[in-house]
């Protein structure tokens, strides 16, 4: 199986113009293509940082990190890395439409008919076919997060970044926002990294969780939850295998935090 995210003693963090600010260090982390990791750990560990070095939004300061077995450079331009954040960030002054196929219209004058079709068909399969021509201050937080996911989805990302996407919801919306990106995930085999407070939330969302720790930021577990779950990475919320390991992993956070 290749692998999606291969990262060797990887330090992370930003740039100072007299010292640099070293985020995470040592990280040693290999994910298959086609997992659905979820990562935990307390505020300011590094989960984003994270995410914005496979995107390449920032350069590590030491070590490797390949994606897809090339540098996150190499991979961004062919958008083979899509992301989601915890504000689905639209643009208010466009549709729905607009949103989502915006990033791949940039630097083209007009829509062609292949980018309308596609981007009417993620809008459907995100249940949100009767919203197209709305403007975001017309949906809910659900409805805005789920134009973002279609969004991210539109250029077939192989590995999709999310980062606490479902933070802002309530509860029912976010469950159900769960079952729908399980299904997708199904369906498309796409690599997924999923951040999240919720320890719940990790634990039925994902084959395999990770914990991150702060000061200094490190990985402290890493579980394989696949054991525990049926095929196609399906559990019941009350198992009682799947609440015994939320309990586990709340005390890997507790003495990570
Ligand atoms: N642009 C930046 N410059 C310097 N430090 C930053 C910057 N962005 C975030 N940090 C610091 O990096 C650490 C990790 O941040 P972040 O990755 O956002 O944490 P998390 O997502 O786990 O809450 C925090 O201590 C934060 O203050
Ligand atoms: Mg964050």
């Given amino acids: 199986m290749p692998l999606a995210i291969e990262a060797r003693k990887l330090d992370i963090g930003y740039r100072g113009e007299h010292h640099d600010v070293k985020v995470l260090s ?9 997992r659905l990791l979820c990562i935990l750990g307390p505020s300011g560990c590094g ?27 190499a991979i961004r331009s062919r ?4 992301f989601v954040f915890q504000d689905a960030a639209l643009l208010p002054w466009r549709t729905v439409r607009e949103n ?15 980018v309308a079709d596609k981007t009417d068909e993620l809008l459907a399969m ?34 999709l970044l999310m980062d606490e996407p479902f933070g802002a919801l309530d509860e029912i919306t976010r469950d159900r926002l769960n079952d729908e990106l399980l299904n997708l995930w199904r369906r498309t085999g796409t690599t997924i990294l999923f951040v999240t407070h919720s320890i719940a939330e990790a634990v039925y969302l994902g084959e395999h969780v990770i914990v991150l720790a702060a000061n200094p930021g490190r990985l402290v577990a890493n579980t394989d939850l696949r ?15 799947i609440i015994a390991k939320m309990a586990e992993l709340r005390q890997a956070l507790e003495r990570a935090s």
Wanted: net charge neutral; proline share 7%; with cysteine.
């Fill in 26 to 34: 040592g990280l040693d982390l290999e994910v298959e293509a086609g």
């Fill in 47 to 73: 989960k984003s940082t994270f995410l914005r070095v496979i995107a390449d939004l920032l350069d590590p300061l030491d070590g490797k990190i390949n994606v897809l077995g090339e540098t996150p450079h």
């Fill in 79 to 82: 958008r083979d890395v899509g």
């Fill in 100 to 114: 989502v196929c915006l990033p791949l219209i940039v630097g083209q004058n007009s829509l062609t008919r292949e």
């Fill in 126 to 159: 995100m249940g949100l076919a009767a919203f197209v021509d709305r403007y975001p201050h017309q949906l809910s937080g659900g409805q805005r997060q789920r134009v973002a996911i279609a969004r991210a989805l539109l250029g077939e990302p192989r590995v």
């Fill in 227 to 241: 054991p525990i779950k049926a095929s196609g990475n399906r559990c019941s919320r009350e198992d009682p295998a």
